[in-house]
């Protein structure tokens, strides 16, 4: 991954947990590894376990919801989050949840948060 992509995603990756904390979120992991497969940030509230994969895009970019998470990153984060849920039983179990930031150059970044976006066929 050349180091200008790099960065980026991790001052995405910072962006978003920064704005979990202040919602209400407790960052029980970042940059979580199961096998081949990783999790971005593993959040908690209300007894619910979220497992939450960050894009990072320029402005520039247009992308949507769907475009940002591929079929095999999908499946790679709904097993990984299916080891974690089992590593780490919750109350409410584990939500799947895509975080977009879009980084522009000359204002604040923007954050466009999706609960439950990815939903494992089980």
Known sequence: MPEK???LGSAGERLATDYLIAHGYSVE???W???HHEIDIIAAK???T???EVKTR???DQITLPELVKRHQERSIIEAAD???KL???PLGVQIDIMLILVHPYKPSQIEYYPDAIRPMF
Request: zero cysteines.
């Open 83 to 85: 080891a974690y849920a």
């Open 5 to 7: 992509r790099k960065a």
């Open 33 to 35: 590894h199961y096998r």
């Open 46 to 48: 209300g007894g619910m």
């Open 29 to 31: 992991a970042t940059n």
């Open 88 to 90: 780490h039983p919750s």
């Open 50 to 52: 979220h497992v939450v």
């Open 58 to 60: 320029n402005q520039a």
